[in-house]
């Protein structure tokens, strides 16, 4: 039975700050936050989940979840650990490592460690090293990344090298309205986007996706982000010149 507000263990911040980055400000400035708070109660989701806050600060389960803010894992060669770090919501900040054994796991031999956080344009992907698409959404401020082979949308902030993780059936939900795609069988189906078929990424432009994180960032992610939707240029006809050249 854990005795609530209690410091953080070291081996929970040294699994935390694994997937904080500290030569990013973004994720530094997190590691600031949760080298001053205390562990205050455990979240909605298990023993593993924790939630830290102000010491004085009371928290229940029926407070709801945020955003993941960073997330990645850690290889050994007797298994692996999990660690996920919400976004601050309301001084609080919620995080889950797994197993809740990982500290047998700990002395163990590490195989290898991936995360999210420390990715940044032109690298492959974090977790299987495979090629990702990159949108800009913003030149050099924000650029918008898919994984088909993780199942994963995250947008890269240039200034403060955040990856912030995009929930898959909100963006989809955004794409289909902004296509215009009324067809349950494809518009209801969120992860036909990562999967061959209709549905599937490669049969939207970067325009259709970079217009689709617009939309969504205005009603739900609220960075601040004041681009206008872009529109495909036509394309040139080039029968007409070719019968003009035939016509001489």
Known sequence: MENFPRTLKEIEKKLLFSILPSGKPGYKMYRDKI?????????????????LGNKEDKFTVQDASSSIFAAGSIIYN???????????????????????????LFNNTEIKRWNYSEWIPGQKSPKGKSNVREIVVVPGKYTLVISSEEKRIWLYEFSSGINYLI??????????????????????????????????MSNYTDIDLR????????????????????TARPQRKKTKLFNFFRKG
Not at 221 to 230: N, V
């Open 35 to 51: 080298n001053n708070k205390f562990v205050i109660g455990f979240g909605r989701f298990g023993e593993t989940n924790l939630v």
């Open 78 to 104: 007797e298994g692996k650990i999990e660690i996920s770090i919400n976004e601050e919501i309301d001084d609080k900040i919620e995080f889950d490592i797994s197993p809740g054994e990982y500290e047998n």
């Open 167 to 200: 929930p898959l059936s909100n963006f989809y939900n955004q794409l289909m309205i902004l296509r215009n795609i009324r067809d349950p069988k494809i518009a209801l189906k969120p992860n036909l986007f990562f999967e061959q078929g209709m549905g599937n």
């Open 211 to 230: 217009n689709t994180f617009i939309t969504y960032n205005k009603y739900l992610r609220k960075l601040d982000i004041k681009e206008d939707l872009m």
